[in-house]
T-cell receptor
Framework: AQSVTQPDIHITVSEGASLELRCNYSYGATPYLFWYVQSPGQGLQLLLKYFSGDTLVQGIKGFEAEFKRSQSSFNLRKPSVHWSDAAEYFCAVGARNYGQNFVFGPGTRLSVLP | DTGVSQNPRHKITKRGQNVTFRCDPISEHNRLYWYRQTLGQGPEFLTYFQNEAQLEKSRLLSDRFSAERPKGSFSTLEIQRTEQGDSAMYLC??????????FGEGSRLTVL
């Protein structure tokens, strides 16, 4: 079964600074990988996904993530953070076989200082 | 495309009562998932359907929980004899085959 770790529980950055959120996964083959964002009291919104091909994927709101097979990582990055990016971020892994569910990490809470 | 819809958005109930949540997925999606999320945690998988068939259930889904998806359209999640530990956000998501999940805004359950 797949699993996901997000080592950072809470990160605080200043507006305009760069951001990197870490995600490591465990899965026996090449997984599907996702980043979702959740604002307080809301559902989850997809930021970006990796299925195959180019290991650097672009998402919405200026986010990007890089799949590194050798490190089993899928870190999320943004060059310049905006105050509206403050939210909870979840990395998720989905198996490629039918009958498997999506597993989410514990999340990283992002705070943005003005 | 109106997105995934969940009702009610918030339910407050007394311990021992039964509650039911409804999820209407995106119409062309054949897969429907239920997740539970407690404060400060990531979503935990409960169960999922492909069309009307319930294909997988988590060990988290005790005998008091039941989910249905009649006719492969909307789904209901019922919790019988609620306990305080059931207080959580219940998230529904849908997808087309193994594509990404699209989430609803969730149904928050508070058990007093």
């Amino acid at each position: 079964a797949q699993s996901v770790t997000q080592p950072d529980i809470h990160i605080t950055v200043s507006e305009g600074a760069s951001l990197e959120l870490r995600c490591n996964y465990s899965y026996g083959a090449t997984p599907y990988l996702f980043w979702y964002v959740q604002s307080p009291g809301q559902g989850l919104q997809l930021l970006l996904k990796y299925f195959s091909g180019d290991t650097l994927v672009q998402g919405i709101k200026g986010f990007e993530a890089e799949f590194k097979r050798s490190q089993s990582s899928f870190n999320l990055r943004k060059p310049s953070v905006h105050w509206s990016d403050a939210a909870e971020y979840f990395c998720a892994v989905g198996a490629r076989n039918y009958g498997q569910n999506f597993v989410f990490g514990p999340g990283t809470r992002l705070s943005v200082l003005p | 495309d109106t997105g995934v819809s969940q009702n009610p958005r918030h339910k407050i109930t007394k311990r021992g009562q039964n509650v039911t949540f409804r999820c209407d997925p995106i119409s062309e999606h054949n897969r429907l998932y239920w997740y539970r999320q407690t404060l400060g945690q990531g979503p935990e998988f409960l169960t999922y359907f492909q069309n009307e068939a319930q294909l997988e259930k988590s060990r988290l889904l005790s005998d008091r929980f039941s989910a249905e998806r009649p006719k492969g359209s909307f789904s209901t999640l019922e919790i019988q004899r609620t306990e305080q530990g059931d207080s959580a956000m219940y998230l529904c998501a849908s997808s087309y085959s193994t594509g990404e999940l699209f989430f609803g805004e969730g149904s928050r359950l508070t058990v007093l």
